[in-house]
């Protein structure tokens, strides 16, 4: 059934228990619990069973400039030179008002699945952009999910957004007369982007069966564990401050989220064993946090290139990942 299956271990200690629908097998080691699968999350997910997996914690593409199953560093440069709708605009700063009818619509897909194959009272973790994230929120709500909370992944390690128009004027074919003077007139003001410090995390949840109670003694989902879930020393809330990680030589990628951020998501919504699935999982940091905390994780990416640094970053041992 799965061809695609890519271990980053041996073959024959590959998980595939959610796939099998053995959700309760308990772990052999911290290190055979990791199953990635290569191709689009909108095909992969079907083959996963109802009913099988006790979170999703995930960080779609967005849509941004195209960024969607196609993105990597090279196309992203190539359209760079392109520029966006604005003559000039770097990627990632041009706006497109149908980008959210688009995502949600995508999205809605995705989330369909996640009702599908998540237990009842299960969560579903979606990193968003703010400017998106009512998109993301309406199509989990449309697919039968609760939106119970959001929260802030708050980092600093960010630069400036907003873009001047000077050069613009500068390079009118104008005299410099005019150019002085429409200048002055601007006063130095830019485009509506202050320069961004959180990203935010739709908390939606599946609906439980009977009370909080019937439902965690039936599926072990729905309830938090904030005691063993601690971060930066103390009980999260629900800004959740943690630094944007510095990447290893060999990741490539360019959204790489935090590896203590994502383990303390996974240990407060989910149990030690259970079975975490990431549907876009990049350079596999759900599937690192996954392993740190005993968890089961399936990651699924589209792009053949993040294959190969997700099996680097699984295999490197004690290796320091923030
Ligand atoms: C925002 S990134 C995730 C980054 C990840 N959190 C990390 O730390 O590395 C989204 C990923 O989804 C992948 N992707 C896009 N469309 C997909 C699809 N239909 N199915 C599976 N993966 C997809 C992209 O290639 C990209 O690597």
Redesign the pocket.
């Known amino acids: 059934m799965y061809k695609d299956l890519i271990p980053y271990k041996d073959v024959d200690s590959v998980t595939l228990t959610a796939i099998n629908k053995v959700p309760d097998r308990p772990l052999k080691s911290p290190d055979d619990d990791s199953t990635i699968l290569q191709?689009?999350?909108?095909d992969?997910m079907l083959e996963i069973a109802d009913q099988s997996v006790h979170l999703i914690v995930?960080?779609?593409?967005y849509g941004l400039d195209g960024m969607?199953?196609d993105?990597?560093a090279a196309a992203l440069d190539k359209r760079k030179s392109k520029a966006g709708v604005v003559g000039g605009l770097p990627t990632g700063m041009k706006f497109d008002p149908k980008q959210g009818v688009v995502l949600q619509a995508f999205f809605e897909k995705v989330s369909d699945q996640a009702m599908r194959v998540l237990y009842p009272g299960a969560f579903f973790l979606v990193?968003s952009a703010p400017r998106l994230s009512h998109r993301m929120a309406t199509a989990m709500e449309n697919t039968g999910f609760e939106i119970r909370d959001m929260y802030a992944w708050h980092y600093t390690r960010s630069q400036a957004k907003a873009f001047s128009m000077d050069h613009f004027v500068v390079r009118m074919k104008s005299s410099e007369r005019v150019k002085t003077n429409i200048l002055r007139k601007l006063g130095g003001r830019k485009t509506a982007q202050l320069r961004p410090q959180f990203e935010p995390i739709i908390v939606g949840q599946k609906p439980k069966e009977g009370t909080h109670i019937n439902n965690w003694l039936q599926y072990e989902t729905g309830l938090i564990d904030t005691k063993n879930a601690q971060i930066n020393g103390g009980m999260p809330s629900t800004v959740l401050a943690v630094e944007k990680p510095i990447k290893d030589k060999y990741n490539s990628?360019?959204?790489?989220?935090p590896v203590a951020l994502?383990e303390t998501l996974i240990k407060l919504f989910s149990k030690k064993g259970q079975i975490v699935l990431?549907?876009?999982?990049?350079?596999?940091?759900?599937l690192l946090a996954t392993r740190n905390t005993g968890r089961q994780g399936i990651g699924?990416?589209?792009?053949k290139e993040?294959i190969d640094i997700i099996n680097q970053r699984l295999g490197v041992r004690n290796h320091d990942q923030t």
């Open positions: 191709g689009d999350c909108l992969l995930t960080d779609p593409p969607g199953s993105w990597n990193f990628h360019l959204t790489v989220k994502i990431d549907p876009f999982v990049g350079s596999g940091t759900t699924i990416e589209i792009n993040y």
